[in-house]
Structure formats: structure tokens, C-alpha cells
């Protein structure tokens, strides 16, 4: 079993900068990717960016592409999201995910890859 921690969520301002992490515990080994899902009110669970070790791939949704960056400590089992140039509609609950085996750059983006989630962390963006 793994267990994922999620931090830095906040209130910021339009054009501002987060950083989240996330922190893998258990059973670590068994994991070789990782990403992070957003949630706003009223809307179904999207990809945001994912990482895998093994396949050495990441992946975006075009909606952040160019402004966050995903990195991560493959020893540590970490995962950063840096979001730059944040906007109102990234306002959302971020969770990050991680997955037994993921090879390829699509199938980071399916929701239904990951094995285990994370409680969330709120980010809210005012205009």
C-alpha cells in the first residue's frame, strides 16, 4: 500500500506562483509514476501533468503546457508541481496520484492508470 501527502496549496493572486509537493510513503518500490488530477466545483476530475521513472516521460494537459513544470526525486518517491503564470480558472483541489507501471506519455494522462490518490490540497486563484 502506498500512502500520498499533498502540500503548499494557497490563496494567490492572478499571475502568481505555487509550488505543490507530494510525498510518497509505504510500500514505494512498487511505483513507477506519478502525477497530479485537479478537481474545480462542478467538474469532473482532469489530468494535469505525470511524470514516469521507468519510460523517463512526462506529460501536460494542454490547459498548463508552457506554465507548470512537474520534477521529482525518483529515490524519495517525491513529486513537485511548480505552477507558474497561475489564472482563476486553475483554481481547483490538486491530488496527486501514483501508479504501479506506466511506459508511455498517453497513459499518463488517464485517470484510471493510477493506483493510489492523495486527500487533495485547495489552490484558489483570485482575478
Known amino acids: 500500500q502506498v500512502s500520498l501527502v499533498e502540500s503548499g496549496g494557497g490563496l494567490v493572486q492572478a499571475g502568481e506562483s505555487l509550488r505543490l509537493s507530494c510525498a510518497a510513503t509505504?510500500?514505494?518500490?512498487?511505483?513507477?509514476?506519478m502525477g497530479w488530477f485537479r478537481q474545480a466545483p462542478g467538474k469532473e476530475r482532469e489530468f494535469v501533468a505525470g511524470i514516469s521513472w521507468t519510460a523517463s516521460k512526462t506529460s501536460y494537459a494542454d490547459s498548463v503546457l508552457g506554465r507548470f513544470t512537474i520534477s521529482s526525486d525518483n529515490a524519495k518517491k517525491t513529486v513537485n508541481l511548480q505552477m507558474n503564470s497561475l489564472k482563476p480558472e486553475d483554481t481547483a483541489v490538486y491530488y496527486c496520484a501514483a501508479a504501479r507501471w506506466i511506459t508511455t506519455a498517453q497513459a499518463l494522462g488517464v485517470m484510471g492508470m493510477y493506483d493510489f490518490w492523495g486527500q487533495g490540497t485547495q489552490v484558489t486563484v483570485s482575478s
Open positions: 509505504g510500500s514505494i518500490f512498487s511505483i513507477n509514476s
